[in-house]
């Protein structure tokens, strides 16, 4: 969804040619200022040499008001060189929009529901479930910013081995004993053993307000035990058989890897499997009504991927409304040591620690700026250091000089009426500005949130050498132009810092 301007140029060089025509910027800025292959695709069809009809496409082009220069290159290219005011049109429809510029791009405005994080309740929340938080809120920010409304959920279990063996280490520690081999342990223990009662409410919320203070809201939380029980009213639509006195769902019927035992058999206890809740689980999400549930899972979890939809195909939903995002895990390195990560043993990084370290804005910035299929490696030195090599200074600085600018303007007007000249620089700017449409619609379609601090590094890029080459104050004629590109800047960084849940400062 390009923005306005340039749809209106798309659909223009669209009729010319007969075919829907998609604009692009050449890497080198000497190729024009946008470039089209649509003669390269037009060829076989038509039976033509894709140069010839690039010629008549560029000959064609000219003749319209947004067109300076046009012309064939290579082998059949459509290079562009677009007017003075249409790149003051597309300014003006980048100051105007504000920070809502790039927004709205949902075709059908959707309720999804976003199920992130969701660490069983045996200590504090670390690092790689930081990265869970991170990517997945970063995902519903996307979400909202295009038009759906959006749910953040966390689910939890409150039962299960894994949690009596958390209560029974903070057992442990009240009665002065060392907790079981198998158990938890690490200074939240003996906090936890200070307290009166079972220890995992104050637990679930130490671990709220440090998501909170990850600038992560949950809007509802979800027990595992109020679900899993709910597995008998379902059993008589399910596709179930025993073996060996489990009860055993056959999912692989219906695209999942193997089947999976939903009720334990009588010598182990007899109970219903997380697997049961799972199923009483999407079904609560869907019918309370959601278009979509997206869950947040580590790479982990690869071996269930297509668990999910094969419940809702079971249960006679349309598994497009079932969502798996995988991320991979998380290495902090120190002076190039990589510190481990495990709550039974206490030998931890906290999340919270790594804020305390870096700052919460580093800690989002890094947790995100990979792509959810690769591994993180993050130096902690360098996400905390205050200087232009760590990519989320820079691109706060680059908010931050625009805000003293706009300070210093001294109510000057900004007006985006382009001037009879641009620079290069500004030209750049411009069309690095009109690229957030884009780049949001693909992030969000992708679930991709880490193409938004890469896009955010190039528009600090652009903005740096645009003010390092030209003056803003003071540059007659050029002044009020150039103070609303500094304004949309500011606007278009401070947009991307917020879709990653980092701030945008006005001072640095």
Same mark, same amino acid.
């Given at each position: 969804?390009?923005?306005?301007?340039?749809?209106?140029?798309?659909?223009?060089?669209?009729?010319?040619?007969?075919?829907?025509?998609?604009?692009?910027?050449?890497?080198?800025?000497?190729?024009?200022?946008?470039?089209?292959?649509?003669?390269?695709?037009?060829?076989?069809?038509?039976?033509?040499?894709?140069?010839?009809?690039?010629?008549?496409?560029?000959?064609?082009?000219?003749?319209?008001?947004?067109?300076?220069?046009?012309?064939?290159?290579?082998?059949?290219?459509?290079?562009?060189?677009?007017?003075?005011?249409?790149?003051?049109?597309?300014?003006?429809?980048?100051?105007?929009?504000?920070?809502?510029?790039?927004?709205?791009?949902?075709?059908?405005?959707?309720?999804?529901?976003?199920?992130?994080?969701?660490?069983?309740?045996?200590?504090?929340?670390?690092?790689?479930?930081?990265?869970?938080?991170?990517? $997945? #809120?970063? @995902?519903?920010?996307? =979400? *909202?910013?295009?038009?759906?409304?959006? /749910? %953040?959920?966390?689910?939890?279990? +409150?039962?299960?081995?894994?949690?009596?063996?958390?209560?029974?280490?903070?057992?442990?520690?009240?009665?002065?004993?060392?907790?079981?081999?198998?158990?938890?342990?690490?200074?939240?223990?003996?906090?936890?053993?200070?307290?009166? $009662? #079972?220890? @995992?409410?104050?637990? =679930? *919320?130490?671990?709220?307000?440090?998501? /909170? %203070?990850?600038?992560?809201?949950? +809007?509802?939380?979800?027990?595992?035990?109020?679900?899993?029980?709910?597995?008998?009213?379902?059993?008589?639509?399910?596709?179930?058989?025993?073996?060996?006195?489990?009860?055993?769902?056959?999912?692989?019927?219906?695209?999942?890897?193997? #089947?999976? @035992?939903?009720?334990?058999?009588?010598?182990?206890?007899?109970?219903?499997?997380?697997?049961?809740?799972?199923?009483?689980?999407?079904?609560?999400?869907?019918?309370?009504?959601?278009?979509?549930?997206?869950?947040?899972?580590?790479?982990?979890?690869?071996?269930?991927?297509?668990?999910?939809?094969?419940?809702?195909?079971?249960?006679?939903?349309?598994?497009?409304? @079932?969502?798996?995002?995988?991320?991979?895990?998380?290495?902090?390195?120190?002076?190039?040591?990589?510190?481990?990560?495990?709550?039974?043993?206490?030998?931890?990084?906290?999340?919270?620690?790594?804020?305390?370290?870096?700052?919460?804005?580093?800690?989002?910035?890094?947790?995100?700026?990979?792509?959810?299929?690769?591994?993180?490696?993050?130096?902690?030195?360098?996400?905390?250091?205050?200087?232009?090599?760590?990519?989320?200074?820079?691109?706060?600085?680059?908010?931050?000089?625009?805000?003293?600018?706009?300070?210093?303007?001294?109510?000057?007007?900004?007006?985006?009426?382009?001037?009879?000249?641009?620079?290069?620089?500004?030209?750049?700017?411009?069309?690095?500005?009109?690229?957030?449409?884009?780049?949001?619609?693909?992030?969000?379609?992708?679930?991709?949130?880490?193409?938004?601090?890469?896009?955010?590094?190039?528009?600090?890029?652009?903005?740096?050498?645009?003010?390092?080459?030209?003056?803003?104050?003071?540059?007659?004629?050029?002044?009020?132009?150039?103070?609303?590109?500094?304004?949309?800047?500011?606007?278009?960084?401070?947009?991307?810092?917020?879709?990653?849940?980092?701030?945008?400062?006005?001072?640095?």
């Amino acid at each position: 969804m390009p923005a306005r301007s340039i749809a209106r140029l798309e659909a223009a060089l669209s009729g010319l040619a007969g075919v829907p025509v998609k604009l692009e910027r050449p890497n080198d800025a000497e190729h024009g200022d946008y470039a089209t292959n649509v003669a390269l695709r037009l060829a076989p069809e038509r039976r033509r040499p894709p140069r010839e009809l690039a010629t008549e496409l560029a000959a064609a082009a000219v003749r319209l008001p947004e067109v300076e220069r046009a012309e064939a290159a290579g082998p059949g290219f459509v290079n562009l060189w677009v007017t003075t005011p249409w790149f003051g049109e597309l300014l003006g429809e980048i100051t105007e929009a504000g920070t809502g510029f790039g927004g709205g791009s949902a075709e059908r405005a959707a309720r999804i529901q976003v199920e992130m994080v969701s660490a069983n309740p045996t200590g504090p929340i670390v690092v790689s479930s930081g990265r869970n938080g991170a990517y $997945g #809120d970063s @995902v519903a920010r996307l =979400l *909202e910013f295009t038009g759906n409304e959006v /749910e %953040r959920e966390y689910y939890y279990n +409150d039962a299960g081995t894994q949690v009596e063996r958390f209560r029974a280490s903070v057992d442990a520690v009240r009665r002065g004993e060392e907790p079981p081999a198998d158990g938890y342990r690490g200074a939240y223990i003996q906090r936890l053993a200070a307290l009166e $009662g #079972d220890p @995992v409410p104050p637990m =679930l *919320e130490s671990i709220a307000a440090t998501l /909170e %203070r990850f600038r992560i809201h949950f +809007d509802s939380w979800t027990l595992q035990s109020q679900l899993e029980n709910g597995i008998g009213e379902l059993l008589d639509r399910l596709p179930t058989y025993e073996h060996e006195g489990a009860i055993w769902l056959r999912s692989s019927e219906y695209g999942d890897e193997q #089947d999976r @035992v939903i009720i334990r058999s009588p010598e182990r206890g007899g109970r219903p499997t997380y697997r049961a809740a799972d199923i009483v689980y999407i079904q609560d999400k869907l019918e309370r009504g959601f278009d979509r549930a997206i869950y947040v899972l580590g790479a982990d979890h690869h071996g269930t991927r297509n668990w999910y939809a094969a419940i809702a195909r079971i249960l006679g939903y349309d598994p497009e409304r @079932v969502e798996v995002l995988l991320y991979q895990f998380v290495h902090l390195s120190r002076a190039g040591e990589r510190t481990a990560m495990a709550k039974r043993s206490g030998d931890v990084v906290l999340l919270d620690e790594f804020m305390d370290e870096v700052g919460v804005d580093a800690a989002r910035w890094y947790l995100v700026s990979r792509g959810p299929d690769q591994t993180i490696e993050i130096d902690i030195d360098l996400a905390a250091e205050k200087s232009q090599k760590n990519p989320v200074y820079y691109v706060q600085y680059a908010h931050a000089r625009v805000a003293g600018i706009m300070r210093n303007a001294a109510g000057a007007t900004p007006d985006a009426t382009a001037p009879p000249e641009l620079a290069r620089e500004e030209r750049d700017l411009v069309k690095r500005l009109a690229e957030l449409p884009d780049v949001v619609a693909e992030a969000t379609a992708r679930r991709g949130p880490q193409a938004i601090p890469n896009y955010a590094i190039r528009v600090a890029d652009d903005f740096h050498r645009f003010y390092h080459e030209h003056r803003v104050l003071g540059s007659g004629e050029s002044e009020s132009f150039r103070l609303a590109l500094c304004s949309a800047t500011q606007s278009v960084i401070a947009r991307c810092l917020a879709l990653i849940g980092v701030e945008a400062p006005d001072r640095m």
